[in-house]
């Protein structure tokens, strides 16, 4: 083969067979994570400064809080995005230092659940506050 027909490939054979490597899809990974992150960060101030307004409020004035429209849709949001943003991170770090395959789906599996359930609940709790059943 001429010197001027080689083409670099940084793939392994058997990741160019099956279809992995760099670009699969680990840029659109990255950029959930970010936009998360940046989406986090002014829901989070609201979230820590509306709890320190209310430290000192009692039981109803909370649920008061909660329900209000604009209250019950900011939490929602949050909860939503905390919630994504901690599934892209921690399946990142099953998938870098789990290292059995089968452990490694299961670890998944069981996380996936997990946080789903949770986010769930959370949502479930704040409509139920909201809509005053």
Do not use: C
């Amino acid at each position: 083969m001429p010197a001027l027909e080689k083409k670099m490939i940084l793939k392994e054979p058997l990741a160019r067979v099956k279809g992995h490597g760099s670009a699969k899809d680990g840029v659109m990974h990255w950029i959930a994570q970010r936009l998360t992150s940046i989406a986090l960060i002014p829901l989070m101030i609201w979230f820590v400064i509306s709890l320190l307004m209310r430290l000192h409020e009692n039981y109803h004035g909370f649920v008061a809080w909660i329900a209000s429209p604009l209250t019950s849709v900011l939490l929602t949001l949050f909860v939503v995005t905390l919630f994504y943003h901690m599934w892209l991170g921690l399946k990142v770090v099953i998938e870098d230092y789990v290292s059995t395959p089968m452990k490694r789906y299961t670890t998944l599996i069981f996380l996936k659940f997990s946080l789903f359930f949770l986010a769930t609940l959370s949502i479930f709790a704040i409509l139920k506050i909201a809509l005053g059943a």
